[in-house]
């Protein structure tokens, strides 16, 4: 009976150190190592902030991305492509998705917090970003865009034309675009505005002169708003849409990575896009229903 009550308590000292070291493996596995596994080892490796669900944080103000499209009854339910796509991701990985509206800037910093799994709001995979979230593959390959009225156009033969002091120029806060018009417009009244809607109001309403907008989201607008007129390409070096991911998370980037490439794969991504730019055309909110 000694000799067991021996072993039983050197267990017991043992088991906690056991778990530890577990753990401290489970915590340095590398993304080779999620890359290695199969989909059911992965799935089994995947951590989220709420178990069995995937949180994600998105600004429906970005159409064809995510907005509210509005049924024949009334009732407006979230819509877009990146909607569309969060949703294959969750079921790739058996998952339930949970998500949460919010300002675009409040996204980012949901992200950086890990109070969410994903971010999914059109992000570019700018550097400053990747300094607190992971970034997916790109899934979306657009651009950026100069805009005005149809009014207007004619003052915007180049960017040059954008860089006047007597300019206002609206791009949204916390968004490439903020940067873009900082980078080529730093002459001009840089105008932050919390909405893409807002800036399409104030364009149209003559309180801004031009806008930096994502240009799949732009073209969305105009077949909405006819007066506006896309009259510039801007350059950036970062083109393209990926999911931001919370950072040190290789496991959950390792899945989404996976989801993405079966999306494309399968030509569901596709079909999120065609999906996405009808209902942006029918009636639809861009913004908090709140």
């Known amino acids: 009976m000694k000799k067991l009550a021996i072993i039983l308590i050197i267990a017991a000292i043992c088991m906690p150190i056991f778990a530890s070291a577990a753990a401290e493996q489970a ?22 902030i709420k178990a069995g669900t995937l949180t994600v944080a998105t600004s429906p103000d970005f159409a064809p991305y995510e907005f509210y499209a509005i049924a024949d009854d009334g009732t407006p339910a979230l819509a877009g492509f990146d909607m569309s796509l969060a ?9 339930k ?47 950026q865009a100069f805009v005005t009225t149809k009014a207007n156009a004619s003052k915007f033969a180049s960017l040059d034309d954008t860089n006047k002091k007597n300019l206002s120029i609206g791009a949204q806060t916390g968004s490439i675009q903020i940067n873009l018009a900082n980078k080529y417009s730093p002459n001009a009244d840089i105008i932050a505005l919390a909405k893409v809607t807002d800036i399409i109001a104030e364009l149209i309403t003559g309180k801004i002169d031009g ?60 079909a999120f896009v065609a999906e996405a730019n009808e209902k942006a055309t029918g009636n639809i909110i861009e913004g908090l229903l709140n």
């Open 87 to 95: 949703q294959y991701i969750a079921d790739y990985l058996g998952l």
């Open 211 to 270: 806008a930096y907008i994502e240009k799949v989201v732009a073209e969305s607008y105009q077949k909405n708003y006819p007066a506006l007129d896309i009259v510039l390409d801007v350059p950036y070096e970062a083109e393209g849409s990926a999911v931001g991911v919370s950072k040190g998370n290789f496991a959950l980037l390792e899945g989404v990575n996976r989801a993405i490439t079966q999306a494309m794969a399968d030509g569901s991504m596709a």
């Open 97 to 143: 998705l949970d998500v949460i509206p919010m300002d675009f800037d409040g996204t980012l910093m949901e992200v950086q917090n890990k109070n969410v799994d994903l971010g999914m709001a059109g992000y570019s995979p700018d550097p400053a970003r990747a300094e607190f979230m992971e970034f997916s593959k790109i899934y979306y390959e657009g651009g």
């Open 27 to 48: 915590s340095t596995a590398t993304a080779a190592d999620y890359a290695a596994m199969s989909l059911d080892q992965l799935k089994s490796s995947i951590k989220t």
